[in-house]
C-alpha cells in the first residue's frame, strides 16, 4: 500500500504560507454572507422540536439529558452527537438564536477548510482545491444547511465526514491499526450526528481510483504501486457494517415515528428521484427560486420528463465509466453525487417533501470536483485559457456570494422565510401552515386563519393545519369552529399527541374537565412523561374534585418539574380537601 503522491510542482513552487492565505481567504469569503445570522431568530419549522420547545436540550447538559440523547427517537432520528451538540449550545449560551447559528457558520468554515486542505493533501492542484472549497463554502443551495438551527446535524456530520477521510488518508500513507481505528471512530461519530454519512464507504472506494490511485490497473499519471481492487473493498467491511447499522437504526426510528409516506406509489417515488437528480443539477447551475419546502408532486410527474431523466443519468453514468481512466475526476465525482444522495433522493419517502436544498450539502462536492478539474481540461488548448479562468471564476465567486447573503436575509425569521416560499413555490400546504403559525404568533389572527385554510384547501387530509386553526379560533372565542378542527386533526393522526393537549386546554376552558382530562390523557399515553400535561391534568381532576387523581399527578410532578408541582399543589391546598403528598 502506498504513500500518496505528490506533483512535482507541490512544495517547491507553492509554500505553506501561500495555503495559509488561501485559507484565510476562504473564511473571510465565508463571514461575509453569513454573518448576518448572528441578529435571525429560530424558525418555526423544527427549530421548537430540537430547542425551544425541548426541555432535555433547552436547560443543557444534565445526567438525564446525556441518557435521553442516546436513546430518544424524537423528529423520527437518531443522532446522539447533534442533540448533544445542542445541549452544549445551551448550556452555555442559553436560547440565544444567532449564536446557535454562528456556530453552525463555525462548523460550516471548518468544513470548507477541511475540504480544501483534504483536496490539497491528494492532489498537487492548489487552485482547483481552493475553487472547489470556495464552491462549496458560498453556493446558495448550502445555505439551508447552515442558517437554519435545526440542520446543525448537516454541518455537523460533514465535519466528522471531512475527519474521516482525514485519518483513512492517514491510513493510506501509512497503514497500521491506530490510523484505521481512528478513521472507524470518527465515521461512527458521524452516523451519531446524522446517518446520511452512510454512503461514505463507497466514496472512499471511489477516493482510492482517484486521486490516491490505489487500483489494480494502470492509469495516466501513476507512478507507484497499485493494490488489488479486493483487498480494498475487503478494507471498508468494517465501514460497510456501521453504515448497515445506521440502516436499520434509521428506518426503525422513522418507521415507528411515522415519519415513512406509504400513500405515495413506488412507481412515483422512483420517478420523482429520478428528476429531482436532474433538478439539483440545475439548480447548482442556475440557483434561484430556492425555498425551504418544495411540495412532492405525487404522481403529477409528466412521462417525458421521467424517460428524459433516466436517459441522461444513464448517458452521464455511462460517459463517466467511459472517460474513468485518462480523467479520474469525473467518475469520482459524478459517482460521489450520484451516490451520496441515494439516502435522501425519495426511494424511501420520509416527509412529502419533493427534494430540500440540505440535502445537496455534501453531494455537490462531487460536482464541484468536476466543473474546478474539467473546464480547465476544457480550455487548456485556447491561448488565453489562463485570464478566462481567472475572471469567470472571479466572477462565478462573487455572483455565488452575492446570492447567498441574499439567501441567508430569508431565514432571517419564519415569516421572512415562508413568505419568500410561497412566492417561489405553488400549492405549498407547509408554507402556508407555517406563516399562518408565524402571523398567529404576533396576534394576526384573521391572516393566520386565511393561511391555515389555504393550506388545507390544498392538503385538507393536513392534521397540523387543523390543529392550528382550532388553536386560532380558540384564540377568538369561536370554540365551536375549535373543537371541530380538534376533532379532525386527532381523527386524521391519532398520534398527534399536541392536539389532544390542545384540545383539552380549550375543553377546560369551557368547564368541559371530565372531556379535557381525556385528551390530557391521550396526550400522556402518546408523549408519557410530558410534565405540562400532567400538570393541566392535575388542574382538571381538581376541578373535578377527585383529589385522590390530582395527588397522584403531583407526585409524578415532583420529580419531573418541581416548579409546576408547587403550582399543582397550591391548587390542592386551596381546594379545603386532604393532599396525598
Known amino acids: 500500500m502506498q504513500t500518496l503522491s505528490r506533483g512535482p510542482r507541490d512544495s517547491a513552487n507553492r509554500p505553506k504560507p501561500f495555503v495559509f492565505i488561501i485559507s484565510l481567504l476562504l473564511v473571510l469569503l465565508t463571514l461575509f454572507p453569513y454573518w448576518q445570522v448572528t441578529g435571525h431568530d429560530f424558525i418555526g419549522f423544527d427549530d421548537h422540536k430540537y430547542i425551544t420547545e425541548n426541555p432535555y436540550v433547552r436547560y443543557g447538559f444534565s445526567l438525564e439529558g446525556l441518557v435521553w440523547a442516546f436513546t430518544a427517537t424524537e423528529v423520527a432520528n437518531w443522532h446522539p452527537l447533534t442533540w448533544l451538540s445542542h445541549m452544549l449550545d445551551c448550556h452555555l449560551y442559553g436560547l440565544n438564536p444567532g449564536v446557535h447559528l454562528f456556530n453552525n457558520v463555525l462548523i460550516h468554515i471548518a468544513n470548507t477548510l477541511l475540504l480544501f486542505l483534504l483536496l490539497r493533501r491528494m492532489t498537487p492542484s492548489l487552485w482547483k482545491s481552493a475553487f472547489v472549497a470556495a464552491l462549496f463554502a458560498l453556493h446558495p443551495l448550502h445555505v439551508e444547511s447552515v442558517a437554519w438551527i435545526a440542520e446543525r446535524k448537516d454541518v455537523l456530520s460533514t465535519l466528522f465526514w471531512m475527519l474521516t477521510i482525514w485519518t483513512y488518508l492517514r491510513y ?115 440557483p434561484h427560486n430556492l425555498a425551504a419546502y418544495y411540495p412532492h408532486p405525487g404522481t403529477a410527474i409528466p412521462l417525458w420528463q421521467t424517460v428524459g431523466a433516466t436517459l441522461l443519468l444513464a448517458g452521464l453514468c455511462a460517459l463517466a465509466v467511459y472517460k474513468a481512466r485518462k480523467h479520474g475526476y469525473f467518475l469520482l465525482g459524478w459517482f460521489w453525487y450520484f451516490g451520496t444522495l441515494v439516502p435522501v433522493i425519495g426511494l424511501v419517502q420520509v416527509g412529502l417533501q419533493k427534494m ?24 487548456e488548448k485556447w491561448p488565453y485559457h489562463k485570464p478566462f479562468l481567472i475572471i469567470s471564476s472571479a466572477l462565478v465567486l462573487v455572483s455565488l456570494s452575492l446570492l447567498t447573503f441574499l439567501q441567508v436575509t430569508y431565514w432571517k425569521d419564519t415569516a421572512s422565510l415562508f413568505q419568500h416560499t410561497l412566492r417561489v413555490t405553488r400549492n405549498n400546504h407547509l408554507a402556508h401552515n407555517n406563516l399562518g403559525n408565524a402571523l398567529g404568533r404576533e396576534g394576526k389572527h384573521d391572516q393566520a386563519i386565511h393561511h391555515f385554510l389555504k393550506a388545507l384547501e390544498i392538503f385538507p387530509g393536513y392534521a397540523q393545519a387543523h390543529n392550528n386553526l382550532a388553536v386560532t379560533y380558540a384564540h377568538q372565542g369561536k370554540f365551536k369552529e375549535a373543537f371541530a378542527h380538534y376533532t379532525r386533526a386527532v381523527r386524521i393522526d391519532p398520534q398527534f399527541w399536541k392536539a389532544h393537549f390542545n384540545f383539552g386546554l380549550a375543553l377546560a376552558s369551557q368547564g368541559m374537565f371530565k372531556e379535557a382530562a381525556s385528551h390530557y390523557q391521550a396526550a400522556l399515553n402518546l408523549r408519557p412523561g410530558h410534565s405540562k400535561v400532567h400538570y393541566y391534568l392535575g388542574l382538571a381532576y381538581c376541578s373535578l374534585g377527585d383529589m385522590k387523581a390530582a395527588s397522584r399527578e403531583y407526585k409524578t410532578l415532583k420529580d419531573l418539574h418541581p416548579t409546576l408541582a408547587a403550582q399543582l399543589l397550591v391548587r390542592l391546598q386551596g381546594s379545603g380537601r386532604p393532599v396525598q403528598k
Open 172 to 286: 493510506v500513507e501509512r497503514p497500521g491499526a491506530g490510523p484505521y481505528l481512528l478513521s472507524l471512530t470518527c465515521f461512527a461519530l458521524g452516523l451519531m450526528a446524522k446517518p446520511m454519512v452512510v454512503t461514505l464507504p463507497f466514496v472512499l472506494l471511489l477516493l482510492d481510483y482517484w486521486p490516491l490511485r490505489r487500483w489494480g490497473f494502470p492509469q495516466e499519471g501513476f507512478s507507484s504501486k497499485m493494490a488489488f481492487p479486493l483487498r480494498l473493498i475487503w478494507e471498508k467491511v468494517p465501514f460497510l457494517v456501521l453504515s448497515a447499522i445506521s440502516c436499520i437504526i434509521t428506518y426503525t426510528v422513522q418507521h415507528q415515528g411515522g415519519a415513512m409516506v406509504q400513500w405515495i406509489p413506488l412507481k412515483a417515488r422512483i420517478a420523482n428521484a429520478l428528476v429531482s437528480y436532474i433538478l439539483y443539477v440545475y439548480k447548482m447551475l442556475w
Open 356 to 379: 430540500a436544498d440540505r440535502y445537496t450539502y455534501i453531494p455537490l462536492i462531487g460536482l464541484f470536483i468536476i466543473i474546478a478539474w474539467g473546464v480547465p481540461h476544457l480550455v
